[in-house]
């Protein structure tokens, strides 16, 4: 569906940052800025599916070329 388009050490970055983010949602309940902890979703998503919209529109392809 998607073109695959975040490679292999983009990937991983993504996915921990994104964890990282919603972990501090869960861990931290009283912080006036706990909604903006949310945004964590978008890397984790990006870094799961392996694409990524924003380097699709300005043309960035981190995935390594395949032979």
Do not use: H, Q, W
């Amino acid at each position: 569906m998607f073109k695959t388009n975040v490679g292999g050490i983009d990937r991983v970055l993504r996915i921990v940052v994104g964890l990282a983010l919603l972990a501090a949602f869960f861990l931290l309940p009283e912080a006036g800025y706990r909604m903006f902890l949310l945004i964590g979703i978008v890397p984790l998503l990006t870094g799961l599916f392996s694409t990524c919209p924003l380097y699709s529109i300005l043309g960035i392809n981190t995935c390594p070329a395949k032979s």
